[in-house]
């Protein structure tokens, strides 16, 4: 089963914005989204067949497939990933700084077609889950 990282969507407001960044990402020269890191994950070689689960408003919101992970000229590294954001079920998570691994097993499901457009906001969700009704 493939690991998967967790990142905050920072400065977006809401799915949209990230999903639109995410494929503004693509018109670029390398037809893929990429994030830039000074670390590389010691355990990057588990993400294959991986994704980048996107927390936005303390709620697990969506997910990009990872492509792998490439060097940088400065030092760096860039996270590459598939310009696309797939719904899944949201799942309150806390805030964090950087990226952090998530098991294949805690991994919320995908929602099915069209039924992100039913799905709850992700503001609504945190206060459902800090009440303890999530």
Same mark, same amino acid.
């Given at each position: 089963?493939?690991?998967?990282?967790?990142?905050?969507?920072?400065?977006?407001?809401?799915?949209?914005?990230?999903?639109?960044?995410?494929?503004?990402?693509?018109?670029?020269?390398?037809?893929?989204?990429?994030?830039?890191?000074?670390?590389?994950?010691?355990?990057?070689?588990?993400? !294959?067949? $991986?994704?980048?689960?996107?927390? /936005?408003?303390?709620? +697990? %919101?969506?997910?990009?497939?990872? @492509? *792998?992970? =490439?060097?940088?000229?400065?030092?760096?590294?860039?996270?590459?990933?598939?310009?696309?954001?797939?719904?899944?079920?949201?799942?309150?998570?806390?805030?964090?700084?950087?990226?952090?691994?998530?098991?294949?097993?805690?991994?919320?499901?995908?929602? !099915?077609? $069209?039924?992100?457009?039913?799905? /709850?906001?992700?503001? +609504? %969700?945190?206060?459902?889950?800090? @009440? *303890?009704? =999530?």
């Amino acid at each position: 089963m493939p690991l998967h990282l967790t990142k905050i969507a920072f400065g977006c407001e809401n799915p949209g914005t990230l999903r639109a960044w995410l494929e503004g990402e693509a018109g670029n020269a390398w037809q893929e989204a990429r994030l830039t890191t000074r670390y590389l994950p010691k355990r990057h070689e588990e993400m !294959a067949g $991986g994704s980048l689960y996107w927390i /936005l408003g303390h709620v +697990l %919101v969506g997910r990009s497939p990872l @492509l *792998g992970f =490439a060097a940088k000229p400065e030092g760096r590294h860039w996270i590459r990933l598939e310009p696309r954001l797939i719904a899944v079920v949201p799942r309150p998570r806390r805030a964090h700084q950087g990226w952090r691994y998530l098991d294949a097993d805690d991994a919320p499901a995908d929602l !099915a077609a $069209g039924a992100a457009d039913t799905a /709850l906001p992700p503001a +609504l %969700v945190s206060e459902l889950a800090r @009440l *303890g009704l =999530a």
